[in-house]
T-cell receptor, first 110, second 112 residues
Framework: DAKTTQPNSMESNEEEPVHLPCNHS???????IHWYRQLPSQGPEYVIH???SNVNNRMASLAIAEDRKSSTLILHRATLRDAAVYYC???????????FGQGTELSVKP | NAGVTQTPKFQVLKTGQSMTLQCAQD?????MSWYRQDPGMGLRLIHY???????DQGEVPNGYNVSRSTTEDFPLRLLSAAPSQTSVYFC???????????FGPGTRLLVL
């Protein structure tokens, strides 16, 4: 399974945008890029996913590099409730095993 | 819909005891899986199932058994608990192999 690399932690101020990077240089052509987040003492929850094109939903945006070797999760206006560990995961279109790395712990300052 | 439910929320076991962690989903999802999360770590896949009657091993299957007799339920059995199995256990389900996964609230297990 292809691996991802994320910073261990990031800080943001409330109401400001947050850009969470993820490197996945060994991604294959059939790997989707998924993002999940885990709030304290909860199970992970789905945030967004994409294949090649940038994606938007009500929670976030996903910007995918043209060569697909990296991606960025964008939270447009961070709130205190966005403080969580964010996981960038590659999922093969033929197999649904989620392989979690360490993720990025995002803290949001008021 | 209740989504993915897990019982119990918290359990204390002595070394050598057995127990079953329950997981149920009411979304008619084919794919279900079990993960464990140790402190400060990401989740690791224990076992998964792509449908009733079909199960397979994940990254860390040793010490755990699973079965899938119905679409709704996917219990995880610890036959002889060890302190190394102290962890938080999450169950997840999805419509299919590459679909969004929905996680339960977790079961905290302490093995003394």
């Amino acid at each position: 399974d292809a691996k991802t690399t994320q910073p261990n932690s990031m800080e943001s101020n409330e109401e400001e945008p947050v850009h969470l990077p993820c490197n996945h240089s060994t991604i294959s052509g059939t790997d989707y890029i998924h993002w999940y987040r885990q709030l304290p003492s909860q199970g992970p929850e789905y945030v967004i996913h994409g294949l090649t094109s940038n994606v938007n939903n009500r929670m976030a945006s996903l910007a995918i590099a043209e060569d697909r070797k990296s991606s960025t999760l964008i939270l447009h206006r961070a709130t205190l409730r966005d403080a969580a560990v964010y996981y960038c995961i590659l999922m093969a279109v033929t197999g649904g095993k989620l392989i979690f790395g360490q993720g990025t712990e995002l803290s949001v300052k008021p | 819909n209740a989504g993915v439910t897990q019982t119990p929320k918290f359990q204390v076991l002595k070394t050598g005891q057995s127990m079953t962690l329950q997981c149920a989903q009411d979304m008619n999802h084919e794919y279900m899986s079990w993960y464990r999360q140790d402190p400060g770590m990401g989740l690791r896949l224990i076992h998964y199932s792509v449908g009733a009657g079909i199960t397979d091993q994940g990254e860390v299957p040793n010490g755990y058994n699973v079965s899938r007799s119905t679409t709704e339920d996917f219990p995880l059995r610890l036959l002889s608990a060890a302190p190394s199995q102290t962890s938080v256990y999450f169950c997840a389900s999805s419509r299919g192999l590459a679909e969004t996964q929905y996680f339960g609230p977790g079961t905290r297990l302490l093995v003394l």
